[in-house]
């Protein structure tokens, strides 16, 4: 007689995206021979509901990433007001007059890529008395279609910002799609040491293991925390 069939769920509840991204970081950490605490996990909510993003509160993420500061305006304050400690970093394009309201909302800006949003923001600091962490976006990939500040643009950006003594967290960068990223991320490396800077805003979810590898301080996992956008 065959062997009744049991639909038995053998799934460890403990597994959960969140936990599995975790596992990944501390093993490419380890091959790294990197502490797994040296990188942050920013876990990007953008299009995703208050609903969606409090289990991975509730499970202790408190790293945030957000791509509009208005998507960002709508759904944070409730969520930050139950878990003060939630960290919300700005991982997308900014415009120079929603600088205020990004120093005010956001811990973190991962986007500055041009002079005048240089100057937006350490206006928008001073008159908030609020100084949060920047990375400079480099166009890794020289792509016409891309933000981020030019490869021959950066010294003067950065230079610029010392200057105006924001305070410079590292450079961030978005490889082209399609293609190896690993260049890109030795790349962005090798130009942050030239600066100076030791953050590393670098690895998505398909590839923030060999960010890791490659020195990443930050990586922005979106779509293998909270499924396909
Ligand atoms: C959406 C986004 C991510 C996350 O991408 P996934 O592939 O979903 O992990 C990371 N960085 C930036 C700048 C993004 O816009």
New binding site residues.
């Given amino acids: 007689m065959p062997a009744p069939e049991h639909h038995i769920d053998f799934t460890d509840p403990a597994v959960t995206p969140l936990s599995r991204v975790q596992d990944r970081i501390a093993q490419a950490a380890r091959i790294a021979r990197r502490k797994a605490a040296d990188v942050t996990l920013v876990a ?1 909510s ?1 299009t995703k509901t208050a609903d969606a993003i409090a289990p991975l509160i509730a499970q202790g993420q408190r790293a945030f ?1 957000e ?1 509009r500061v208005q998507e960002a305006q709508g759904k944070w304050p409730a969520l930050i007001e139950a878990q003060p400690d939630v960290r919300l970093h700005l ?2 394009q900014l415009q120079s007059n929603k600088a205020e309201d990004a120093v005010r909302l956001f811990d973190c800006i991962h986007s500055l890529d041009r002079p005048s949003l240089l100057v937006a923001l350490a206006r928008a600091m001073d008159k908030l008395d609020r100084r949060i962490p920047l990375f400079v976006q480099v166009n890794i990939g020289e792509e016409a279609q891309k933000g981020g500040c030019t490869l021959s643009d950066l010294p003067g950006l950065l230079a610029e910002a010392r200057t105006s003594e924001l305070p410079l967290a590292g450079l961030m960068c ?1 490889p082209p799609a399609g293609v190896e990223a690993a260049p890109y991320f030795a790349l962005l490396a090798k130009l942050a040491a030239d600066h100076g800077l030791t953050g590393l805003s670098m690895g ?3 590839d923030f293991e060999t960010a890791i590898q490659l020195g990443a301080s930050h990586v ?5 925390l909270f499924g396909a ?1």
Avoid: T
Wanted: a positive charge; proline letters at 0%.
């Fill in positions: 990007v953008k990433g791509n991982i997308g978005v998505m979810s398909e922005r996992v979106g779509s293998a956008r």
